[in-house]
């Protein structure tokens, strides 16, 4: 199954949102109830995100994924800012 829309960065210590984002995420049912997450994410704020940081991902319908993020392409347009994506991996907590 695929995810696409926007959610919320959030920090993994205090819980404290960082930033709106953009997520594509491929889904895959684990055997212990979990789900397995892989894509991409883009921070619409401007925030720092550690490389290969740890960060919790809420998506529209309310899943919560914990997640590895590392730097994936710098996707730069002259004259706009630059928006950096993310490859993502993690998965949900069992329920």
């Known amino acids: 199954m695929e995810l ?6 959030f920090k ?3 819980h404290a949102m960082l930033s ?4 594509n995420i491929f ?6 109830g979990t789900e397995k997450w892989q894509g991409e994410m883009v921070s ?6 550690t490389e290969g940081g740890r960060y919790w ?3 529209e319908d309310g899943r919560m994924g914990l997640c590895c ?3 994936k392409v710098n996707k730069a347009v002259m004259g706009l800012q630059v ?4 490859h993502l991996s993690g998965s949900t907590l069992p329920r």
């Open 83 to 86: 928006r950096y994506f993310y």
């Open 27 to 32: 889904v895959e049912p684990a055997m212990d």
């Open 57 to 59: 991902i809420e998506t």
């Open 4 to 9: 696409r829309g926007q959610g919320k960065l």
């Open 12 to 14: 993994v210590d205090d």
């Open 44 to 49: 619409v704020e401007q925030v720092a995100i």
């Open 20 to 23: 709106s984002v953009e997520y």
């Open 69 to 71: 993020l590392h730097k």
